[in-house]
C-alpha cells in the first residue's frame, strides 16, 4: 500500500514536530502551523562564524518592501551609535521588529551580538533558537545551524543542567551532522533526567522514522499524546508509520483519531477523503 500524493503531501508537513514547535512563531491559522514543521538537512560544526552569518542579515533583509527595509536600517544605525546598555536596548527594539518580520537569521545576528557581551544564558538561548530556526528558512546556510550549534554550546557552559539547550544541541546534530548519534546521545541523557520531556520525546521520534524505528517511533508519540493531548498532528505521525509498517488498519485508525480530533475543516476533510481513499483499495 502506498500512500497516494495529497497523503505525502499532509504527512510531510509534520515530518519535523521538534523543537519548533517552541521556537517558531505562534499563529492561530492552523495551516500556518502545519506548514511551520518543516525539515531541512545540512550543517556540520566547523565555521560557525559571527561575521559568516552577516551575509544571511543582509540576504534575509532583500526580501522586505522599501518601508520595511528602511525602518530596519533605521533601528540598524540606532543599534551601531550606541554604547552598553542603550545597545542592547536598541538591538532588543530591533530584534523585535525583524521577529514581526519574520526575519530569524537576522535577528539571530544581534541577538548573539548582544550574547556575547552579556555573557547571558538567556541572550544565548535566544540566539541558539533564532539560528536554529533561521536554518528553517535557509536550509543550505550551513553556517546558521553551525550557529545554534555554537551558541546552544555556550549556553551549556553556563548551565549544563538546561535540558532545553541540550535538546536543541542534540536537534542540531541529529539533523545537521554526520554523527547523529551523538545528537541522539544528548537527547536519551535529557530523558534520563526527566523521562517526560516532551521536546526530547518528539526528536527521538521523528529519528525513528527517518531510521526506519517505527515501533519506537510509535511509542514515543504515543507517550506524547498522553502528556500533551493536543498535539494532534502526532496521530497523523502514527498513520505514516504504521504506514510504513505495511498496516492498512492502523493507518486507518490513527487518521481516524486525527478526524476525530481536528476542527479545521479543510484539514479534516482532506484527510476523511484519503480514509475513504484506503478503505476502498
Not at 107 to 112: K, T
Not at 132 to 148: E, F, I, M, T
Not at 174 to 196: A, C, H, Y
Request: with cysteine; net charge neutral; proline share 2%.
Amino acid at each position: 500500500m502506498t500512500l497516494t500524493k495529497t497523503q505525502i503531501g499532509l504527512v510531510s508537513a509534520v515530518v519535523l514536530i521538534t523543537v519548533l514547535l517552541c521556537f517558531a512563531p505562534r499563529t492561530p491559522d492552523k495551516l500556518n502551523d502545519v506548514k511551520s514543521m518543516m525539515s531541512g538537512h545540512a550543517g556540520n560544526n566547523q565555521s560557525a562564524d559571527h561575521s559568516s552569518a552577516a551575509n544571511y542579515l543582509d540576504s534575509s533583509l532583500l526580501s522586505l518592501n522599501e518601508k520595511e527595509r528602511v525602518r530596519v536600517k533605521n533601528l540598524i544605525s540606532v543599534e551601531s551609535k550606541a554604547s552598553g546598555q542603550e545597545k542592547y536596548n536598541a538591538i532588543d527594539h530591533l530584534v523585535s521588529v525583524l521577529d514581526t518580520f519574520q526575519k530569524p537569521a537576522a535577528s539571530a545576528y544581534y541577538l548573539q551580538m548582544k550574547a556575547v557581551g552579556t555573557h547571558n544564558k538567556e541572550d544565548w538561548t535566544k540566539a541558539a533558537e533564532h539560528y536554529y530556526v533561521g536554518w528553517k528558512y535557509y536550509p543550505a546556510a550551513r553556517v546558521l545551524v553551525d550557529s545554534a550549534i555554537h551558541a546552544f554550546i555556550h549556553v551549556l557552559q553556563i548551565d549544563p543542567n538546561d535540558l532545553s539547550a541540550k535538546t536543541g544541541l542534540g536537534v542540531c546534530y541529529v539533523e545537521s551532522t554526520s554523527d547523529p548519534m551523538k545528537g541522539v546521545g544528548l537527547l536519551k541523557e535529557v530523558l534520563s533526567i526527566d523521562s517526560n520531556y516532551v521536546d526530547a520525546l518528539l526528536n527521538l521520534g521523528n529519528f525513528g522514522m527517518t531510521s526506519g524505528q517505527y515501533d519506537k517511533a510509535i511509542s514515543r508519540f504515543e507517550k506524547v499524546l498522553k502528556l500533551k493531548p493536543d498535539y494532534i498532528l502526532l496521530y497523523v505521525k502514527i498513520a505514516e508509520a504504521y504506514e510504513k509498517m505495511g498496516n492498512k488498519g492502523k493507518t486507518i485508525e490513527y487518521l481516524e483519531k486525527y478526524v476525530g480530533k481536528e476542527d479545521d475543516v479543510m484539514l479534516r476533510t482532506s484527510i476523511q477523503n484519503e480514509i475513504n481513499k484506503l478503505k476502498n483499495s
